[in-house]
């Protein structure tokens, strides 16, 4: 079994900052890529941005230079801090990961429940 916790959700007004952690436990080897997505009311779920276990990253288009994404290897958990929010960046976001679990031979994609994230103008 492995589960991925999101804390650090609210409320916050447009042009301020939040920062989001997802922490992974359970019984595995190792995590690969670890990201944050998010989902708009109405829309599709879409990549945010995304962390190698080496720690090489890649951004939405909409989030670059705003946002950046961190991980602690140490305790399994992965970081988003957001700044200069805007009102568009209002949405459930969701953490993901590819997990090896301790029982299994190959990696697998494990999401959390998401945490909500509002923007207010």
């Known amino acids: 079994q492995v589960q991925l916790v999101e804390s650090g959700g609210g409320l916050v007004q447009a042009g301020g900052s939040l920062r989001l952690s997802c922490a992974a436990s359970?019984?595995?080897?190792?995590?690969?890529?670890m990201g944050w997505y998010r989902q708009a009311p109405g829309n599709q779920r879409e990549l945010v941005a995304r962390?190698?276990?080496?720690?090489?990253?890649n951004y939405a288009d909409s989030v670059k230079g705003r946002f950046a994404i961190s991980r602690d290897n140490a305790k399994n958990t992965v970081y988003l801090q957001m700044n200069s929010l805007k009102p568009e960046d209002t949405a459930i976001y969701y953490c993901?990961?590819?997990?090896?679990?301790?029982?299994?031979?190959?990696?697998?994609?494990?999401w959390g429940k998401g945490t909500l994230v509002t923007v207010s103008s």
């Open positions: 993901n990961a590819n997990v090896r679990p301790s029982i299994a031979i190959m990696y697998m994609d494990y």
């Open positions: 359970g019984s595995f080897f190792s995590i690969n890529v």
């Open positions: 962390i190698t276990g080496g720690g090489s990253t």
